[in-house]
């Protein structure tokens, strides 16, 4: 897949985490107001993630930031940062898939 393809499949993958984690960000905000939902960050310390939150939104802006500098870096130094950000991409859809199915229960 050349540079270009594969940007745009990130991105696809990006607008459909932003959109999920809004919706678990808004079921979330429910929860602290039940006062079920009392956590420090969603991810730990030692995870794939820079940023560390309660909420998912500033994990799609670190994604969204790493797409960014996939998108300018020269073309050596984006083949290595492309398995970082995929890792992050699967740990947010695996995570707010697993936020969404425990609401279910």
Known sequence: MNKENLVKQLQENIKIIY??????????????????AGFAQIFAHDSAFKNHSTTFLPYVEELAADLQAIQTDNEEHYKTLIPE???????????????KNNLKD
């Open 85 to 99: 950000l995929v890792v992050k991409i699967e740990l947010l859809f695996k995570t707010l898939q697993a936020f």
């Open 19 to 36: 959109h999920r984690a809004v919706d678990a960000d808004k079921m979330l905000e429910q929860l602290r107001l039940q006062k079920k």
